[in-house]
């Protein structure tokens, strides 16, 4: 099994940045792709940005391009989340989730979820 344990949230104003951290347990971490979610009061837990077992490539939502940029260090068991220009509707608990490679990244049917991050941007 896989334990993800995510870090970095925090409250912020509007146009700061944050770099949210997800350290995962095991010795085959790079077997699986990895992404952030996040999930406001009253909405669906929805993806923000994913990236393959061997980070060559990357999905973002679109309302997070341009911004947030997702990457990972498999030697050190860790995706990041570095997020700038954060805007009020970005406050959410963001979760770490990793799902084995080969499966589709874009759907939430994740293997092994964090227990989030809160993360608040205020106006």
């Known amino acids: 099994q896989v334990q993800l344990v995510e870090s970095g949230g925090g409250l912020v104003q509007a146009g700061d940045s944050l770099r949210l951290s997800c350290a995962a347990s095991g010795r085959t971490f790079s077997d699986y792709g990895m992404a952030w979610f996040h999930q406001a009061p009253g909405k669906r837990r929805e993806i923000v940005a994913a990236i393959t077992w061997s980070g060559d490539s990357t999905y973002y939502a679109d309302s997070v391009k341009g911004r947030f940029t997702i990457s990972r260090d498999n030697a050190k068991n860790m995706v990041y989340l570095q997020m700038n220009s954060l805007k009020p509707e970005d406050t959410a608990v963001y979760y770490c989730?990793?799902?084995?490679?080969?499966?589709?990244?874009?759907?939430?049917?994740?293997?092994?979820w964090g227990q989030g991050t809160q993360v608040t941007v205020s106006s």
């Open positions: 989730g990793a799902k084995l490679r080969g499966y589709n990244l874009l759907t939430s049917n994740y293997d092994y």
